[in-house]
């Protein structure tokens, strides 16, 4: 036939088992996995500054080359309407001569913008190779957080389970004990943690 515990040893049995059960909660709350997974998300978030700094960069250039484009397209069209009036033949030798030099200043200045666009274009490209990069060390950073976050999961989860058979245990002690001691311990554990 079994012992019957005494009040003090079923308050000490009690402890026992709120110990563990806050050694449980510690343990859940300063898991390394959690850390990783900080970790992993920071990479990422700085990752996301800086896709979004280089798309802004690209985005810029990238209006700044469509800008010359339509500048040598207006160019374009303004010299071919100057050489088809000079070929009408309807203007004097003087206003040929005005158109020519016209057309000349017009070409000049269209191979100067098509050189700036040329520029444009080459600032573009190791933006998108950036670009490109960045967003693949995302993806591989966003995988690595999936399995960081599963990681945790299974690991909580395992804490977790701990925790409640700890708790499950705590209330049959618990209630074996007489409620003026019981509360008072209660009391007690609240206010000294």
Same mark, same amino acid.
């Given at each position: 036939?079994?012992?019957?515990?005494?009040?003090?040893?079923?308050?000490?049995?009690?402890?026992?088992?709120?110990?563990?059960?806050?050694?449980?909660?510690?343990?859940?709350?300063?898991?390394?996995?959690? *850390?990783? &997974? +900080?970790?992993? @998300?920071?990479?990422?978030?700085?990752?996301? %500054? /800086?896709? =979004?700094?280089?798309? $802004? #960069?690209?985005?810029?250039?990238?209006?700044?080359?469509?800008?010359?484009?339509?500048?040598?397209?207006?160019?374009?069209?303004?010299?071919?309407?100057?050489?088809?009036?000079?070929?009408?033949?309807?203007?004097?030798?003087?206003?040929?001569?005005?158109?020519?030099?016209?057309?000349?200043?017009?070409?000049?200045?269209?191979?100067?913008?098509?050189?700036?666009?040329?520029?444009?274009?080459?600032?573009?490209?190791?933006?998108? *190779?950036? &670009? +490109?990069?960045? @967003?693949?060390?995302?993806?591989?950073?966003? %995988? /690595?957080? =999936?399995?960081?976050? $599963? #990681?945790?999961?299974?690991?909580?989860?395992?804490?977790?389970?701990?925790?409640?058979?700890?708790?499950?245990?705590?209330?049959?002690?618990?209630?074996?004990?007489?409620?003026?001691?019981?509360?008072?311990?209660?009391?007690?554990?609240?206010?000294?943690?």
């Amino acid at each position: 036939m079994p012992a019957v515990a005494s009040p003090l040893e079923t308050l000490l049995a009690l402890q026992d088992q709120d110990v563990l059960a806050a050694q449980l909660r510690h343990r859940l709350a300063h898991l390394p996995e959690t *850390a990783a &997974l +900080a970790e992993i @998300e920071g990479r990422i978030a700085r990752l996301d %500054a /800086a896709i =979004a700094e280089t798309a $802004a #960069a690209r985005e810029e250039a990238a209006g700044r080359r469509d800008a010359l484009a339509a500048e040598v397209e207006v160019i374009g069209g303004r010299i071919e309407r100057i050489e088809q009036q000079a070929l009408s033949g309807a203007a004097s030798y003087r206003d040929q001569e005005a158109m020519a030099a016209e057309v000349d200043s017009l070409r000049r200045r269209r191979r100067e913008i098509e050189d700036d666009e040329l520029e444009a274009m080459e600032v573009i490209e190791p933006l998108e *190779a950036e &670009l +490109a990069r960045l @967003e693949s060390a995302r993806q591989e950073e966003t %995988a /690595a957080a =999936a399995a960081a976050r $599963a #990681a945790l999961d299974r690991v909580a989860a395992d804490v977790q389970g701990e925790l409640a058979g700890v708790l499950a245990a705590r209330e049959p002690i618990a209630a074996a004990l007489p409620d003026a001691l019981r509360e008072e311990y209660e009391r007690l554990a609240a206010r000294l943690g």
